[in-house]
């Protein structure tokens, strides 16, 4: 028998929910603790060393070591915390978007043990959860924001804590994939994005890869393209490139490409708060950019630390209590996992 009905009702409104939060939806398995919008515990395995050698996740070996890793990383949140199980009084999981066998680990572990302690089970969207670590830094809503990871680009408006609405995202690729890709023929170990970053700091973005762009929405294949061919264009000629004015001059035009979207979204909607989430919110120019465009606009921009930017398990343990405090969200033990965002 499984009834939590009554126990998930009992939080509303409460701030000091104990929640365990679990991650899973790419290479990351991830878990932690917090009390409201304090944070009790953060453990993070990465996989990141055994996806190297592939030069990208594999989907297959990532729900493999998810399995190995999934038990283990929520007992030490829960010990690291210096609580007990029984002291949790929900349990939050990122259910989608990513990929479908490593989200399938977390929810089944998380079904498992809300169904074992008779706790609530509360689902939670990859991107909302992102969003929430900028809780951490005293942001309120209405905010808008940027997720910019290797699965995302998106900018959302936030009218409320539980209140998200899509402004525009990406129509192809990720700003974080073309990164990694563009490391990737540049001969850069994976994830390429640190690497990237750090040799455009010494470069000149002397270089346009895409003469005109549209400015009416965020696509990067097109930029990712015209990079790889100016790279193969040169090989071909048997010419050096500069390595780091091709890293510098990408960065500049990837970054002014989400930093537009994030300005107009702003302005259309009249937000004078700006947050970013997601890997790619690591990026030293992205940061700079935005904090000069908000500035000029007298808008106030928050920026996680980058442990909170890329995957974690706090974000994903506040968006569960973000959810209980309203009473929303509440997930069958039938739950499961989907590869894209429902309803998107
Ligand atoms: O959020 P995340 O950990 O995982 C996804 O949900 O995708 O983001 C990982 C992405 C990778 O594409 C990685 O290359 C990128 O974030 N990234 C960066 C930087 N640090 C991480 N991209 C550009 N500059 C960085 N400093
Ligand atoms: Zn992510």
Same mark, same amino acid.
Request: proline content about 6%; hydrophobic content about 40%; glycine content about 10%.
């Given at each position: 028998m499984y009834d939590v009905? !009554?126990?998930?009702?009992?939080?509303?409104?409460? $701030?000091?929910?104990?929640? =365990?939060?679990?991650?899973?939806?790419?290479d990351e398995t991830a878990a932690a603790v917090v009390r409201g919008k304090t944070v009790l515990s953060d453990v993070i395995?990465?996989?990141?060393? *055994?996806?190297?050698?592939?030069?990208?996740?594999?989907?297959?070996?990532?729900?493999? +070591?998810?399995?190995? @890793?999934? /038990?283990g990383v929520v007992d030490e949140a829960i010990r690291s915390a210096g609580i007990g199980i029984e002291d949790v009084d929900a349990i939050a999981v990122t259910c989608e978007?990513?990929?479908?066998?490593? =989200? &399938?680990?977390? /929810?089944?572990? #998380?079904?498992s043990l #809300? %169904? #074992?302690?008779?706790?609530? &089970? *509360?689902?939670? +969207?990859?991107? !909302?959860?992102? *969003?929430?670590? +900028?809780?951490?830094?005293?942001? !309120?809503?209405?905010?808008? @924001?940027? /997720?910019?990871?290797?699965?995302?680009?998106?900018?959302?408006d936030v009218v409320g804590e539980n209140d998200f609405r899509l402004i525009d995202a990406t129509k192809d690729d990720a700003i974080g994939?073309?990164?990694?890709?563009?490391?990737?023929?540049?001969?850069?170990?994976?994830?390429?994005?640190?690497?990237?970053? !750090? &040799?455009?700091?010494r470069g000149a973005p002397d270089i346009t890869f895409v003469k005109k762009r549209h400015k $009416?929405?965020?696509? %990067?294949?097109?930029?990712k393209t015209a990079v790889i061919n100016y790279i193969h264009n040169a090989e071909q000629r048997g010419e050096k490139i500069n390595i780091e004015n091709v890293c510098a001059s990408f960065s500049r035009e990837a970054v002014d490409i989400a930093a537009d979207a994030v300005m107009k979204a702003a302005e259309i909607t009249g937000r004078n708060a700006v947050a970013i989430a997601g890997g790619v919110a690591a990026n030293s120019l992205l940061r700079k950019t935005l904090a000069e465009r908000a500035a000029a606009r007298g808008i106030k921009l928050y920026i996680p630390?980058?442990? %909170?930017?890329?995957? +974690?398990?706090?974000?994903?343990?506040?968006?569960? %209590?973000?959810? #209980?405090?309203e009473g929303k969200n509440l997930a069958p033990l039938n739950l499961n996992a989907s590869s894209v965002s429902e309803g998107k």
């Open positions: 009905t !009554e126990k998930f009702a009992k939080l509303k409104g409460k $701030d000091d929910i104990i929640v =365990l939060g679990l991650e899973s939806s790419c395995s990465s996989q990141a060393d *055994i996806h190297k050698r592939f030069g990208g996740v594999v989907p297959e070996v990532a729900s493999r +070591n998810h399995t190995l @890793a999934a /038990v978007p990513g990929l479908i066998g490593a =989200l &399938l680990v977390g /929810v089944s572990t #998380a079904k #809300a %169904y #074992a302690r008779k706790l609530p &089970l *509360i689902k939670v +969207n990859h991107i !909302e959860a992102h *969003i929430c670590v +900028n809780y951490l830094y005293g942001i !309120e809503p209405p905010f808008i @924001a940027l /997720v910019a990871s290797g699965g995302h680009t998106s900018v959302i994939e073309a990164f990694d890709k563009v490391a990737r023929v540049l001969g850069l170990p994976y994830p390429g994005g640190p690497a990237v970053d !750090e &040799l455009a700091r $009416d929405f965020i696509s %990067y294949s097109g930029l630390s980058p442990r %909170y930017c890329t995957d +974690n398990g706090v974000m994903v343990a506040l968006r569960g %209590y973000l959810s #209980a405090k």
